[in-house]
């Protein structure tokens, strides 16, 4: 898996949201004091820190919490979780989603937004885990539902073509843990995995255009694409 920039969490009942604001400062009271905003439907606390390596510089760790999906599809799970280091030891239980209710929203975001590295993650994710992909593409159907916008199998192909105008790991690459690659031939290979596995399960007609893209992409520095 890759690094992220942030800590990404869902608030899973609806009620006021101090309470949970206080339990993260208590619990990253050794960072720093942080600055909080919100933006939309989440809350942002960023902590500022010096990193051992340069104690001169100062980095920001940013908390996202999702204020506005407090309903799931499936069931809130309980996963155990374990920190073994020379600065930390601790065990716990975290609550959080079933993997097809994680990586359905990755799809989500990787149709939604102009950044890649979502691509990456659901690669890995097919390759990694045993997950089901037609309850993936019900959890994706379903967030999508509770926005009000849904993205057909066309949208969802016109959207992914137009990503291969584009890099495909400029966005992924200061993320990735030493000895990862993810070159250009990976990121066909990861685009590949999940039009195959999982756009295509999409509802609906594929786009009129899907084919003639692709062969001019084919014919053009992705002969790999999609064979």
């Known amino acids: ?13 609806s009620e006021p949201i101090g309470t949970t604001i206080d339990a993260i400062r208590d619990a990253l009271s050794w ?13 942002h606390l960023v902590f500022k820190f010096a990193p051992e390596a340069d104690p001169e510089t100062t980095l920001n760790l940013k908390v996202e ?18 920190i ?15 993997p097809e209710e994680l990586f359905g929203t990755k799809l989500r ?6 950044k890649n590295r979502d691509l990456f993650d659901l690669h890995e994710g097919i390759k990694q885990l045993s997950m089901d992909p037609d309850k993936l593409i019900a959890c994706f159907v379903y967030y999508l539902s509770l926005e009000g916008k849904p993205i057909s199998r066309a949208n969802a192909e016109q959207r992914m073509l137009e990503k291969l105008r584009r890099s495909l790991t400029e966005d992924i690459a200061p993320l990735l843990p030493a000895g990862v690659q993810f070159d250009d031939d990976d990121a066909v290979d990861a685009f590949n995995n999940v039009w195959t596995e999982l ?10 255009l899907s084919a003639q893209v692709i062969d001019e992409l084919r014919s053009g520095k992705m002969p790999n694409l999609l064979r």
């Not at 992220?4 to 009942?13: A, G, K, N």
């Not at 999906?69 to 069931?75: A, F, P, Q, T, V």
């Open 84 to 98: 073994d280091c020379r600065w930390h030891q601790a065990k716990t239980e975290i609550a959080s989603f079933e």
């Open 31 to 43: 960072l720093s004091p942080c600055n909080r905003h919100q933006a939309g439907h989440s809350m």
């Open 65 to 82: 919490i999702n204020t506005r999906e407090h309903e799931s599809l499936y069931d809130i799970k309980q996963y155990p979780f374990e």
């Open 1 to 13: 898996m890759r690094y992220s920039e942030d800590i990404d969490l869902v608030q899973i009942q």
């Open 109 to 114: 975001a990787l149709l939604q937004r102009r």
């Open 199 to 208: 756009v295509a399960r999409i509802k609906g007609d594929p786009w009129k």
